[in-house]
Nanobody, 123 residues
Framework: QVQLEESGGGLVQPGGSLTLSCAGP????????MGWFRQPPGKEREFVAG????????DYLNSVKGRFTISRDNNKNTMFLQMNSLKPEDTAVYYC????????????????WGQGTQVTVSS
């Protein structure tokens, strides 16, 4: 199983922005759906956003709609998550994965998890 690599996390003040990247050999046009998940401390991994291969459709966790934007560049085998207006409750380790099939929101339906990238929103 080929792992993806997440990057771009860091410490940011409330209201700030970060852009996460997800790269790997299986992150281009041959992967129909890719997704971002996050795992806050002591909680389960939750779906944040997903996107189709041709970028014509994306879905988001309700609490991030209007603040986060998912995108992908198949030519560079890279997916992104632009995060604006960050809140303390966005603090988590963020992961990306490739969907094998089934519900977009179920982490067990994804492969390729990397080590994740830590996002901390705090003043």
């Amino acid at each position: 199983q080929v792992q993806l690599e997440e990057s771009g996390g860091g410490l940011v003040q409330p209201g700030g922005s970060l852009t996460l990247s997800c790269a790997g050999p299986r992150s281009g046009a041959d992967v129909p759906v890719m997704g971002w998940f996050r795992q806050p401390p002591g909680k389960e991994r939750e779906f944040v956003a997903g996107i189709t291969a041709d970028s014509t459709y994306a879905d988001y966790l309700n609490s991030v709609k209007g603040r986060f934007t998912i995108s992908r560049d198949n030519n560079k085998n890279t997916m992104f998550l632009q995060m604006n207006s960050l809140k303390p409750e966005d603090t988590a380790v963020y992961y990306c994965g490739t969907l094998r099939g089934g519900s977009w929101e179920a982490p067990n339906n994804y492969d390729g998890w990397g080590q994740g990238t830590q996002v901390t929103v705090s003043s």
